[in-house]
């Protein structure tokens, strides 16, 4: 895959990752805003209902209250009567229809305790309608109207939705310099509306006050605070439907309600949303490296190539000479001809070993038998191993063996070589003289093993990778170093199964030091 057509494939793929994530966000942001709109209308038509029923309780109790004063068989205070006549004139059926309606109005005394004003009584009247309709017959013999009518037609009312509404409009002028509080108690209004908003489907605490314009009343619960009321709406309107009190209403967990009515939906896009951005992490993760693993193989390929490409030459060139006729008879030349081959051959066989024995650990079939060692002892054989080479190049290799505790239950063979791979990269890795120093000491019931070198050291982004398989830095002209990548990774495999712990500290042009530590046996 190309570079751009990798770099189009991740954008493409995190847009539509933001979009999704986007449309959830909105999706669910318009849900809650539908919630709250919703909430808003049942808590509105629940305080119409209570302040309507509050109204309505009030003139029913006070209606009640001067029901026996106005009752049919209660005598009244006074009486007065009001009568109406109409008379019309039937052409068509030769007939006079003469109607009458009669209003007796009967007056009552009530005590005005009822309503609290400074009077000793008011006055209530009561009304009944008499309306009568006579029919005379105009068809006599000598042409004159009867004297009594042909038919009549009584109806009686006693007005009771004029009185009705006339009590109401009465009932709020006399009630409306009557204290709030002795209009209607808290309890009164906690009870209707728990009752209407349990009919709107709202089972939630609730703080409520009655407010005098901006004046609290006495009417309210301990802990409402009006700077959170959301809800309010006007009670007791007069005849001109205004008021100046208002309950207001508000939910100290309105949020919580709203949220968990939406919250089965939120948990599943959140976790269908998680599990898209997972797998695409995962994705770009698996892209990411396998570009990187395609890079380093062919780094790897390159160069593995060129360390077989000189032994092979080398062989090449040794066994041309051999096949000479000059060379062939010459034993001296020819043994030093063969001793090249075999020496070139355990070179590529020891790469062909390294590559297998990373892959046998990897799939768990190197078997490592391990015995109570030195660890005093493996350094010392390890640094044999390179000294001449080290000498050869004007180094040093000096050893601090501070360690008072050295036994390790470790494989000899392979614990040797870690510690030879860390020495021959600390002498690969220094252009110039290679200065080694290698240190143990014990902490708690581990050993410390330190090797210390002052060659051309590495940035962090590259000692962050490497142990990592087939990793060599691509800067500079690390590339003319032999090898391929696979020692160090060697190395931390060799060291994670004895159990241990193996990291690097270093600064670019200044050295690396590689801290392995192992447990101690007794």
């Given at each position: 895959m190309?570079?751009?057509l990798f770099i189009?494939l991740?954008v493409?793929?995190s847009?539509?990752?933001?979009g999704i994530?986007?449309?959830?966000s909105?999706f669910?942001?318009?849900?809650l805003?539908?919630?709250e709109?919703n ?5 509105t ?8 029923d509050?109204q309505d309780y009030?003139i ?10 106005i009752?049919?068989?209660?005598e ?7 009568q109406?006549y109409i008379t ?10 003469i109607?009458?309606?009669?209003i ?16 000793d ?7 009944t ?11 006599t ?9 042909t038919?009549?037609l009584?109806?009686f009312?006693?007005l ?8 109401e ?13 002795k209009?209607?108690t808290a309890?009164?209004?906690e009870?209707?509306l ?8 709202i089972d ?11 004046l609290a009343?006495k ?7 009006k700077?959170n009321?959301?809800?309010?709406i006007p009670?007791?309107l ?8 208002k ?6 967990n309105?949020?919580k309600f709203?949220?968990?009515?939406i919250?089965?939906?939120i948990v ?7 599990v ?6 995962s994705?770009i993760?698996?892209?990411?490296r ?5 890079q380093?193989?062919?780094d790897f390929i390159?160069?593995m ?15 041309d000479?051999i ?27 020891a790469?062909?070993e390294n ?6 650990l990897?799939?768990?079939e ?6 109570r060692?030195k ?9 044999t191993?390179i000294?001449?080479?080290v000498e050869?190049?004007k180094g040093?290799?000096k050893?601090?063996?501070d360690?008072a ?5 470790a494989?000899e ?8 791979n860390i020495?021959?990269n600390?002498?690969?890795y220094?252009?110039?003289?290679p ?7 014990n902490?708690?019931?581990n050993i410390?093993l ?6 051309n ?6 000692a ?10 691509h800067t500079?002209n690390v ?7 696979l020692g ?5 495999r ?10 690097v500290?270093s600064e670019k042009?200044k ?8 447990p101690?046996i007794?």
């Open positions: 190309s570079k751009k189009l991740v493409l793929m847009l539509s990752l933001i994530i986007f449309v959830q909105f669910i942001n318009n849900s805003e539908n919630e709109k909430f808003t209308l049942s808590v038509r629940a305080l119409s209902f209570v302040s309507r509050i009030e029913r109790k006070f209606y009640g209250l001067i029901q026996p004063y009752a049919n068989n209660k009244p205070d006074s009486t007065a009567i009001r109406l019309t004139e039937d052409e068509v059926n030769d007939r006079t229809i109607h009458r309606n009669t007796l109005e009967e007056r009552f005394k009530v005590p005005s305790l009822f309503f609290e004003i400074d009077t009584s008011i006055d209530i009247s009561n009304f309608s008499e309306r009568t309709t006579d029919y005379f017959d105009r068809g013999l000598d042409g004159n109207i009867g004297i009594k009518p038919k009549t009584v109806e009312s006693n009771s939705e004029i009185d009705k509404k006339a009590y409009d009465s009932f709020k002028t006399l009630l409306r310099e009557v204290p709030i509080y209009r209607v309890l009164q209004v009870t209707l728990r009752r209407q908003l349990s009919d709107e489907g939630l605490d609730f703080e409520f006050a009655i407010y005098d314009d901006d009343t009417v309210q619960t301990r802990n409402f605070n700077s009321a959301y809800y309010g009670i007791f007069d005849t001109n439907n205004e008021s100046n009190y309950l207001w209403v508000d939910f100290p309105r949020k709203l949220l968990s009515s919250l089965k939906m599943l896009s959140i976790v269908f949303t998680g898209i951005i997972l797998a695409y992490s994705a993760y698996q892209l990411i396998q570009r990187q693993i395609s380093i193989k062919s390159n160069n190539t060129h360390e077989f490409k000189t032994p092979i030459a080398t062989i090449n060139l040794a066994l000479a096949r000479n006729p000059k060379i062939i008879e010459d034993r001296e030349k020819v043994m030093r001809y063969l001793g090249m081959i075999k020496d070139e051959n355990k070179r590529m066989h790469q062909v590559v297998l024995r990373i892959s046998k990897e799939k768990n190197l078997n490592i038998s391990k015995e060692l660890l005093h002892d493996l350094i010392e054989d390890a640094v191993h000294e001449l080479i050869d190049r040093y290799v050893t601090h063996l360690a505790k050295s036994s390790v239950l494989n063979s392979h614990f040797t070589n870690v510690i030879v020495l021959d600390a002498v690969k220094s252009d110039n003289e200065k080694i120093d290698v240190y143990t000491e902490i708690g019931n410390i330190k090797i210390a070198d002052q060659g050291g590495m940035s962090k982004q590259v962050k990778r490497v142990f990592e398989k087939f990793y060599r830095e500079g590339h003319n170093v032999k090898g391929h990548g160090l990774a060697y190395v931390k060799i060291v994670e199964d004895h159990q241990g712990h193996i990291s500290e042009g050295g690396s030091t590689f801290i392995i530590k192992l101690l007794s």
